[in-house]
């Protein structure tokens, strides 16, 4: 009985330390616009820019829209301030690491000159905020997202991709867009 007191008693005090729960992935809200300059190593459009761990991001076409000749225009929001004129970039991750990554932790932002525009979405999903789900080792995925860049302001345009890992600072994308 005494041996079984001991056992208890041992494994009771073990039971109070344990180790940490693991961070929650970092959470973002990928439709604030940005309030600073774009950051990062710079890149053209016909560019690929690799992160150090092999996470390459590129984009796949880019192009200015005016949103008030397609005939589902009542259903992109975000483009009220510039009278319905935005850019659309196809943006494509290839994940060429060892590790899965989750596609929210990716952050993209479009500016024209030093000024963040706000991201635009259309009900039927063809514009995203984000990316989504996880990204494997080996997986290449793309996402079309837009952003409320006014028609006289394309010929300065800037995608910035920020991928959230310690150390890693983001790459942008710059140049005139039609």
Known sequence: MKRWAIVCAFLLVGCGHSEPAPEPAPSFDHTSIPTTDPDGQQFTFDDAATFP????????????????????????HGAEGTDGHIV???????NDTTLSLAGEQLQV??????????????????????????????????????WAIPAD?????????????????PVRFTGPVK
Not at 154 to 161: E, R
């Open 53 to 76: 761990n092999g996470l390459r991001i590129q984009i796949n076409e880019i192009t200015a829209k005016d949103t008030t000749k397609d005939k589902d225009s009542s259903e992109i």
């Open 88 to 94: 659309v970039a196809e943006v494509q991750v290839t």
């Open 109 to 146: 932002w479009g500016f024209y000159g030093n000024v963040g525009a706000p991201k635009v979405v259309d009900a039927s999903g063809a514009l995203g905020d984000s990316f989504q789900g996880q990204i494997r080792p080996g997986e290449r995925v793309t996402a079309s997202m837009g």
């Open 153 to 169: 302001r394309t010929d300065d345009v800037t995608i910035m991709v920020q991928d959230n890992i310690p150390g890693h600072q």
